[in-house]
């Protein structure tokens, strides 16, 4: 949110073409215009934000398989970071989010991303009392949520980690010496 009445930032009214005021601009994760406000009523306003936060989420983890992902990895000569994330309750949020901020708050995460392929992974299965560790992440030794694997594309382990503290630096080491 910006106020634009006292002291105006010129160059970014400019930039956005804003002329009058309220303004309510819907911005990407880089700063990339989408849309703008359509509707005033309050049930006009949740739907367009609804509809917009939907088509406009920055996936960090996408769903895919790992298979694909070691697919894509070989082909672009890229290592591949998996996540391995169980169902989200009060106990695991806090520990998810701080594993994710851990990358995505660093200035630098942008130059990161392109340089790995990132997949999201089920921890468990099942229900209740059935519910198990999968067996891939059992194969990669995988036991608790959440974690990160950060693997060649022919399945070599390279780093466990399940902290956030330092994630950029590490997933940023690898990365540099694998593309050497």
């Known amino acids: 949110m910006v106020d634009c009445t006292s002291n105006p930032p010129r160059d970014l009214m400019n930039k956005y073409g804003v002329k ?44 895919g398989s790992l298979e694909d992902a070691k697919a894509s990895a070989k082909e672009a000569n890229k290592l591949i970071v998996v996540a391995f994330f169980a169902e ?11 594993l994710k901020a851990g990358l995505l708050m660093h200035p630098k995460t942008k130059e990161l991303i392109p340089r790995m392929v990132w997949v999201k992974r089920p921890l468990e299965e099942g229900e209740g009392k059935e519910r198990k560790v999968t067996e891939e992440a059992s194969s990669l030794k995988v036991k608790k949520a959440p974690t990160l694997v950060v693997m060649t594309a022919d399945g070599k382990v390279l780093k466990k980690i399940t902290s956030g503290k330092k994630l950029y630096k590490t997933l940023a080491k690898l990365a540099d010496k694998h593309s050497k």
Do not use: C, W
């Open 88 to 98: 989200e309750d009060e106990k695991l949020a806090k520990k998810h989010m701080a």
């Open 20 to 63: 009058g005021f309220p303004t309510v601009l819907f911005l990407d994760h880089e700063g990339k215009q989408v849309q703008t406000l359509n509707g005033r009523s309050a049930d006009a306003v949740k739907q367009q934000i609804e509809a917009v936060a939907a088509s406009h989420t920055f996936r960090l983890f996408p769903e």
